[in-house]
C-alpha cells in the first residue's frame, strides 16, 4: 500500500497545498517516514485526508475558470460505518463550489472496496452541481456494480468508456475534454 502515490505528473500544473483556495492550502507533507495508514498498512504520505479513517484523497487539479477538479482516491470507501459521502462533500466538495467548480472527475482506480448506505447526499452533491457533472474514471468492476446496487450511478456517471481511461498519458485539460465528450455522447 506504501508504494501507491497520488498521481504526481501534473505537480508542475496544480498543486493543492500551493492552491489558496484549496483545503489543503499550507499542507505539509512528511517527507521521512509514512504517516498514514489504512488499516493496518502504512500509505505514502502525500495523500490527504479530509476525515474518513478508510478513504484518502488528493486532489490532483483544479481549474477554477473552467470550473472543473480532478480527485484521486485511495481506501476503502465506506459510507455505511463512516459514512465517507457526507465527510468528502462537507468537507471538500463544498469548498470546491464555493469557488465555481460544478464538473468532478473522480479517479477510482485504487477505492478498494465501496459499502453504500442511501443515495441522499450523492443526490444533494447532484442536484449541487447543477449545469455540472460527476465523473468516475476507472473504477474497478466489483465497486461499480455496488454504485448500481444502490443506484449511485444514477448521479456518477461510470462505466463503459470511462472504465478504461488511460488518464495518466494525458494532461489535465486533455482528461476533462475527453470526460465531457463521453458524458455528452451519453446525454444527447
Known amino acids: 500500500m506504501h508504494e501507491i502515490e497520488p498521481h504526481f505528473r501534473w505537480r508542475d500544473d496544480y498543486i493543492a497545498s500551493e492552491d489558496e483556495l484549496s483545503h489543503f492550502y499550507e499542507t505539509e507533507y512528511n517527507e521521512f517516514e509514512f504517516d498514514k495508514q489504512l488499516y493496518n498498512y502504512a500509505i505514502h504520505p502525500q495523500w490527504d485526508t479530509f476525515g474518513s479513517p478508510t478513504l484518502y484523497i488528493k486532489i490532483l487539479y483544479a481549474d477554477y475558470d473552467s470550473h472543473y477538479a480532478i480527485i484521486e482516491l485511495l481506501g476503502e470507501w465506506n459510507d455505511l460505518i463512516n459514512n465517507d459521502i457526507m ?20 479517479i477510482g482506480e485504487n477505492v478498494l472496496n465501496f459499502h453504500a448506505s442511501d443515495d441522499l447526499y450523492y443526490e444533494e452533491w447532484f442536484q449541487d452541481v447543477e449545469d455540472g457533472w460527476i465523473a468516475g474514471l476507472n473504477f474497478t468492476d466489483h465497486v461499480i456494480e455496488e454504485f448500481k446496487a444502490f443506484n449511485i450511478d444514477y ?20 482528461v476533462f475534454d475527453r470526460t465531457e465528450e463521453i458524458i455528452n455522447r451519453r446525454i444527447h
Open 87 to 106: 465527510l468528502l462533500k462537507r468537507n471538500i466538495l463544498e469548498l470546491l463550489m464555493e469557488q465555481g467548480i460544478n464538473r468532478f472527475i473522480l
Open 155 to 174: 448521479y456518477i456517471n461510470i462505466g463503459s468508456q470511462l472504465d478504461s481511461f488511460n488518464w495518466r498519458a494525458l494532461k489535465p485539460a486533455q
